[in-house]
């Protein structure tokens, strides 16, 4: 518990030491923070959602990958935006089925089956790629009329995307399902003790089919967001290690989804703070250093958090049905 | 029987996925027979395509190796990519850097710098995961893409060739390059050989035995009396040493200094043929030689029949897929494989 107060302390007082020094930089430095930070926060959702049913996600890398990749593209070709956010969800889901389909049917060791899928994602990725594709736009910053002209909170909340909004309210929806409703409940029993689950009448293998096609989705919406509203192209590699961050984020944040959002920011925040110290040449570090970061923070925050957090007790153990 | 079972899986998988890379080639309108045939040709066909092919199996081999280690003693180890990265990079420096030795001590000086370091990027992951629990899939791929931007950073400051618009090192110096014999690469045949050692000692010694006991089942591991802890370190730092020498091997034999462009994908390779040869170390001889035919031959490919050597990246994802999920066992019950490779799980 001390590490997340730690954390939001640490965040607290990087944004209040900005903002006495420079308001304007300090609302761009945070907004910043959400535009690095949300990605990971869905991607850390899958994570989530899997886990808490009991299935280990290690290809949410490979999600992204493709489902940014499906996303861009389809977009590219139709010149639809929307046609490019529906088939990156899809895709997204797609992949969870088959993750479902390696880890619950055929019951094969979890972590070797997320790593086919991200090494397929990169070998289908790779081969279809063609250079040289453009999207006629990103989705448009949409200013949330009202809200948006309250100083400070209103750039930084309610001046983004559609799927950053889509992105942060199904955070909070999926935390709510999560604990507050009976599919919530059921999910976390089957991610604990699948046997009592299933005695309570719970199918245990429709519902971690379920809820990893659902977490898919969500990957897909992740991927969606990197290529149709952040960046707006697609290169090889693309997602770079982003889905393995998100674990990180997932095991710092305990399964949370608030939680995990939370650390979302906190690593977005870093990471806008560094940039921002570059760009102002405060500091001069070589840019392959300032890249390191996500990476070296990711293994910080694991060795820090990880050993003191408990993980859904049947988590990556396939369901045998006992035999009567 | 066993034998033969434990052959046709892999084979049959490898047959299934040049058939799908047949069809993303027919896709997109490019002839897989010809771009099959000039890949096998210049592969296999001559002594000059025989030599390069076992070149490009060497380090594939020593990658393989490090991976089969890990994987038997319960750890999937993806950072190889990093390691032998971080071996490259050591073995270059101390190739280029390091003057006035006679190449009987420069080279195997140079060698030990990449065995070193790559040691050095294992045993953090290991030390993490034995320490804090800290799974090693995440912390080895982080560190891959940390070694390739201090790699990148190295190549493009401290390390680079003076008077050199490219980002890299200097030329190793020749006492540090490996010599080749009637044209063959010598690497390979320590490849080799460390193969049949790493077979050895899983097969009949002490130490083997006990990280395989570890891999297999954690808690009566420890109910014997063995150090589950010290199993992870030793084949982290193994698994790191191996992929350091081959990246070292790489550079002093190949490559002569480390470029940030250095062959991407090994390490990968190197899990791909680990799982095809179900984590038996002499398996991944026969692997890396295809694998390595493969890669040294796929500019002929697309220069023969257009096709993009993309293709091979899918292929091998394909042959990964097909040998890792039982799916043809399930179609096929005579070769059903009852031993399932198992990786150390999530958590502890």
Same mark, same amino acid.
């Given at each position: 518990?001390?590490?997340?107060?730690?954390?939001?302390?640490?965040?607290?007082?990087?944004?209040?030491?900005?903002?006495?020094?420079?308001?304007?930089?300090?609302?761009?430095?945070?907004?910043?923070?959400?535009?690095?930070?949300?990605?990971?926060?869905?991607?850390?959702?899958?994570?989530?959602?899997?886990?808490?049913?009991? /299935?280990?996600?290690?290809?949410?890398?490979?999600?992204?990958?493709?489902?940014?990749?499906?996303?861009?593209?389809?977009?590219?070709?139709?010149?639809?935006?929307?046609?490019?956010?529906?088939?990156?969800?899809?895709?997204?889901?797609?992949?969870?089925?088959?993750?479902?389909?390696?880890?619950?049917?055929?019951?094969?060791?979890?972590?070797?089956?997320?790593?086919?899928?991200?090494?397929?994602?990169?070998?289908?990725?790779?081969?279809?790629?063609?250079?040289?594709?453009? /999207?006629?736009?990103? !989705?448009?910053?949409?200013?949330?009329?009202?809200?948006?002209?309250?100083? !400070?909170?209103?750039?930084?909340?309610?001046?983004?995307?559609?799927?950053?909004?889509?992105?942060?309210?199904?955070?909070?929806?999926?935390?709510?399902?999560?604990?507050?409703?009976?599919?919530?409940?059921?999910?976390?029993?089957?991610?604990?003790?699948?046997?009592?689950?299933?005695?309570?009448?719970?199918?245990?293998?429709?519902?971690?089919?379920?809820?990893?096609?659902?977490?898919?989705?969500?990957?897909?919406?992740?991927?969606?967001?990197?290529?149709?509203?952040?960046?707006?192209?697609?290169?090889?590699?693309?997602?770079?290690? &982003?889905?393995?961050?998100?674990?990180?984020?997932?095991?710092?944040?305990?399964?949370?989804?608030?939680?995990?959002?939370?650390?979302?920011? !906190? !690593?977005?925040?870093?990471?806008?703070?560094?940039?921002?110290?570059?760009?102002?040449?405060?500091?001069?570090?070589?840019?392959?250093?300032?890249?390191?970061?996500?990476?070296?923070?990711?293994?910080?925050?694991?060795? /820090?958090?990880?050993? &003191?957090?408990?993980?859904?007790?049947?988590?990556?153990?396939?369901?045998? &049905?006992?035999?009567? | 029987?066993?034998?033969?079972?434990?052959?046709?899986?892999?084979?049959?998988?490898?047959?299934?996925?040049?058939?799908?890379?047949?069809?993303?080639?027919?896709?997109?309108?490019?002839?897989?027979?010809?771009?099959?045939?000039?890949?096998?040709?210049?592969?296999?066909?001559?002594?000059?395509?025989?030599?390069?092919? #076992?070149?490009?199996?060497?380090?594939?081999?020593?990658?393989?190796?490090?991976?089969?280690?890990?994987?038997?003693a319960g750890?999937? %180890?993806?950072?190889?990519?990093?390691?032998?990265?971080?071996?490259?990079?050591?073995?270059?420096?101390?190739?280029?850097?390091?003057?006035?030795?006679?190449?009987?001590?420069?080279?195997?000086?140079?060698?030990?710098?990449?065995?070193?370091?790559?040691?050095?990027?294992?045993?953090?992951?290991?030390?993490?995961?034995?320490?804090?629990?800290?799974?090693?899939?995440?912390?080895?791929?982080?560190? %891959?893409?940390?070694?390739?931007?201090?790699? +990148?950073?190295?190549?493009?400051?401290?390390?680079?060739?003076?008077?050199?618009?490219?980002? *890299? $090192?200097? +030329?190793?110096?020749?006492?540090?390059?490996?010599?080749?014999?009637?044209?063959?690469?010598?690497?390979?045949?320590?490849?080799?050989? #460390?193969?049949?050692?790493?077979?050895?000692?899983?097969?009949? $010694?002490?130490?083997?035995f006990r990280m395989e006991t570890v891999g297999r089942n954690k808690s009566a591991a420890w109910y014997a009396g063995i150090s589950v802890? *010290?199993s992870?370190?030793?084949?982290?730092?193994?698994?790191?040493?191996?992929?350091?020498?081959?990246?070292?091997? +790489?550079?002093?034999?190949?490559?002569? *200094?480390? +470029?940030?462009?250095?062959?991407?994908?090994?390490?990968?390779?190197?899990?791909?043929?680990?799982?095809?040869?179900?984590? %038996?170390?002499?398996?991944?001889?026969?692997?890396?030689?295809?694998?390595?035919?493969?890669?040294?031959?796929?500019?002929?490919?697309?220069?023969?029949?257009?096709?993009?050597?993309?293709?091979?990246?899918?292929?091998?994802?394909?042959?990964?897929?097909?040998?890792?999920?039982?799916?043809?066992?399930?179609?096929?019950?005579?070769? *059903?494989?009852?031993?399932?490779?198992?990786?150390?799980?999530?958590?502890?």
């Amino acid at each position: 518990m001390r590490s997340r107060w730690l954390m939001f302390a640490i965040t607290f007082i990087a944004i209040l030491y900005f903002y006495m020094r420079d308001s304007l930089v300090t609302t761009s430095v945070i907004g910043t923070a959400i535009t690095f930070g949300l990605p990971l926060a869905m991607a850390a959702m899958v994570g989530i959602m899997c886990e808490r049913t009991g /299935i280990v996600n290690i290809g949410i890398e490979g999600t992204l990958l493709v489902s940014s990749f499906v996303g861009f593209f389809t977009a590219s070709a139709s010149g639809n935006l929307i046609l490019g956010l529906i088939s990156a969800v899809a895709m997204g889901a797609i992949s969870g089925l088959l993750l479902s389909l390696l880890a619950v049917t055929w019951k094969m060791d979890q972590i070797i089956a997320g790593t086919i899928i991200n090494i397929l994602a990169t070998g289908l990725t790779s081969f279809f790629y063609k250079q040289g594709h453009t /999207i006629p736009s990103t !989705f448009p910053e949409v200013d949330i009329p009202g809200l948006s002209s309250i100083p !400070f909170f209103g750039p930084v909340l309610f001046m983004h995307g559609p799927l950053t909004y889509a992105g942060i309210i199904l955070i909070f929806v999926l935390w709510v399902a999560l604990y507050k409703t009976p599919w919530g409940l059921r999910s976390r029993a089957v991610g604990e003790h699948p046997s009592s689950a299933d005695t309570a009448g719970v199918s245990v293998i429709k519902l971690r089919y379920l809820n990893v096609a659902i977490a898919g989705a969500f990957g897909g919406l992740a991927g969606a967001y990197l290529t149709l509203e952040l960046v707006g192209s697609w290169d090889r590699g693309f997602s770079a290690g &982003k889905g393995f961050t998100a674990l990180a984020l997932m095991i710092f944040g305990r399964w949370n989804p608030i939680g995990a959002l939370g650390a979302a920011i !906190f !690593f977005g925040t870093a990471q806008a703070v560094t940039n921002q110290l570059m760009i102002t040449q405060v500091v001069t570090i070589p840019q392959q250093f300032t890249n390191m970061l996500p990476y070296v923070l990711t293994i910080l925050i694991l060795a /820090i958090s990880a050993g &003191k957090v408990r993980a859904p007790a049947a988590e990556g153990q396939p369901y045998e &049905k006992e035999q009567a | 029987m066993k034998y033969l079972r434990s052959w046709l899986l892999p084979a049959i998988a490898l047959l299934v996925a040049f058939a799908v890379g047949a069809l993303m080639m027919k896709i997109q309108g490019a002839n897989p027979f010809v771009a099959y045939k000039s890949l096998f040709t210049s592969a296999f066909g001559s002594s000059a395509g025989i030599a390069k092919t #076992l070149g490009k199996a060497t380090p594939l081999i020593i990658s393989g190796l490090a991976v089969t280690i890990c994987l038997r003693a319960g750890l999937f %180890n993806i950072g190889v990519q990093g390691q032998l990265l971080a071996g490259a990079l050591a073995s270059a420096w101390a190739g280029y850097a390091i003057k006035g030795l006679p190449t009987i001590i420069h080279l195997p000086l140079a060698l030990l710098f990449g065995v070193f370091f790559g040691a050095l990027t294992g045993i953090i992951a290991g030390a993490l995961k034995a320490f804090r629990g800290v799974h090693e899939v995440i912390t080895t791929i982080m560190l %891959n893409s940390i070694v390739l931007q201090l790699g +990148e950073y190295l190549a493009y400051g401290p390390f680079k060739e003076p008077g050199q618009q490219l980002a *890299r $090192t200097p +030329e190793v110096l020749n006492s540090a390059k490996i010599p080749q014999i009637f044209g063959m690469p010598l690497g390979f045949f320590l490849g080799v050989a #460390l193969a049949v050692i790493a077979w050895w000692v899983f097969k009949t $010694t002490t130490s083997g035995f006990r990280m395989e006991t570890v891999g297999r089942n954690k808690s009566a591991a420890w109910y014997a009396g063995i150090s589950v802890k *010290r199993s992870i370190l030793i084949s982290m730092f193994v698994g790191g040493a191996l992929a350091g020498l081959g990246g070292a091997i +790489e550079t002093l034999g190949v490559v002569g *200094r480390y +470029e940030p462009a250095f062959n991407g994908g090994i390490g990968f390779d190197g899990i791909t043929i680990a799982l095809l040869g179900r984590a %038996n170390p002499l398996a991944v001889i026969p692997g890396s030689i295809l694998f390595g035919g493969m890669r040294g031959a796929g500019a002929s490919m697309q220069f023969a029949a257009g096709v993009s050597p993309d293709i091979i990246d899918l292929i091998l994802a394909i042959v990964l897929f097909l040998v890792t999920a039982p799916l043809i066992g399930k179609m096929i019950k005579s070769i *059903r494989d009852t031993e399932q490779i198992t990786t150390g799980g999530w958590g502890n």
